[in-house]
């Protein structure tokens, strides 16, 4: 038996990104544009950076609360209570090292091995992978266009919850196809999860990215202060802090001993200077973070509305997040199909099979960016489809 081999097994089962694949491919290129990634081209602002540079310099590089520094907890607490109208507790606040690590936490805290989380599909990659590596089943609901547009059943949500079942997560506004939950639904799936004793997992990371509305509908908006729901949230999309790796959970302060203690196993609390800047992002950011969107919607327009006037094109304009999730008539294999735009067309992409089995000839394209490379990248993209098909 290899070395390798002697890995546990569930490691060895974790599945390679089929978005970085894209990425290594052509990284680097010389006028690619990189549409693959979930981030913006914008930089952190300034007013966040020296916020983190002043606190690096006044000496705060020792260890920290596990929980997060109490000026976070409380600005996320005032945070949550001024967007959603609803009082917070800072107790209900817990800072971790980015929301992919506020996914496992919450994770390690409710599933292992023999459980199942139902999620709906297609989804960001990396939260079945790491319920998988936690030891649960991951199931999935795929969301069904209808009448032009994502819809959720809930009868197959519903009937997809076993006794196994430990919690059902739902992205909304949604990664990949920007599909956001209305206030129906999000009631629907409420009264699911009391009905059946299983928590939600709400991951509303794209919240503000809402064209249609201040805000997307949230749990925030019809749960009550008992109900089984567990934000988690980060600090990457809103104020341009992907680098940073500076996320949130929000939970029932009862909970807060065993955050406490997964985090101090895991990464043992985020350095103090990164939770200034998150502080200063917090305080000072909405009119950063209203420019993203205004800036986000106008591209959305460009970019969805040059690839569907090819009439080749199935694209349902995204409701939030900023995604073009889209398949091009002819094309059966998004991930050979994205590796040919990257070298033909000069054009990033992400394959749709990394979202899940059912979108496997679909692609996504990121198009928060400046104005001129989205319209650049979409001349490009409508270029190579004429020649394509």
């Not at 020296?50 to 929980?67: I, P, V």
């Not at 986000?296 to 304009?317: Q, Y």
């Not at 294999?333 to 059912?358: H, S």
Request: overall charge negative; proline content about 5%.
């Amino acid at each position: 038996m290899s070395l390798l081999q002697r890995l546990r097994p569930a490691a060895l089962a974790a599945p390679e990104s089929g978005i970085v694949r894209v990425i290594n491919h052509a990284r680097g290129r010389e006028g690619l544009i990189p549409l693959w990634a979930g981030e913006g081209d914008l930089p952190t602002p300034a007013f966040i950076a020296d916020a983190a540079a002043q606190s690096l310099q006044a000496g705060e590089t020792f260890y920290t609360w596990q929980r997060g520094i109490p000026d976070l907890r409380e600005a996320l607490a005032d945070y949550v209570a001024r967007l959603y109208d609803r009082p917070t507790a800072p107790e209900r606040i817990f800072v971790t090292g980015s929301g992919m690590h506020a996914i496992q936490t919450v994770i390690a805290a409710l599933a292992g091995t023999g459980d199942e989380i139902v999620f709906v599909a297609p989804l960001w990659p990396n939260f079945a992978a790491a319920a998988g590596l936690a030891g649960a089943r991951p199931v999935e609901v795929p969301l069904e266009i209808r009448d032009g547009a994502w819809r959720l059943d809930l009868v197959q949500l519903a009937a997809a919850i076993t006794p196994r079942t430990r919690a059902i997560f739902l992205n909304t506004p949604n990664n990949p196809t920007g599909w956001t939950a209305d206030a129906q639904t999000i009631r629907a799936v409420l009264d699911l999860a009391r009905e059946r004793g299983v928590f939600v997992i709400a991951d509303e990371i794209y919240s503000r990215f809402f064209y249609a509305g201040t805000r997307a509908p949230s749990f925030h908006d019809e749960m009550r202060d008992d109900d089984p729901v567990i934000f988690v949230n980060s600090f990457s999309k809103n104020w341009a802090m992907t680098g940073w790796r500076v996320g949130w959970i929000e939970a029932p302060a009862a909970f807060g001993d065993v955050v406490e203690n997964l985090v101090q196993y895991s990464n043992s609390g985020v350095a103090a200077f990164m939770q200034r800047g998150a502080v200063a992002a917090i305080r000072e950011g909405e009119s950063f973070v209203a420019s993203q969107v205004e800036r986000a919607g106008a591209a959305r327009d460009l970019f969805c509305d040059a690839l569907l006037a090819t009439n080749r094109v199935r694209l349902v304009k995204p409701e939030g997040a900023f995604y073009a999730f889209f398949a091009i008539d002819g094309i059966e294999d998004g991930m050979t199909a994205a590796l040919r735009i990257a070298d033909e067309a000069n054009v990033g992409l992400a394959p749709g099979a990394a979202f899940g089995p059912t979108t496997e000839n679909y692609l996504r394209a990121c198009f928060h960016r400046r104005l001129d490379e989205v319209e650049e990248a979409a001349d490009r993209l409508v270029r190579w489809i004429g020649r394509a098909t």
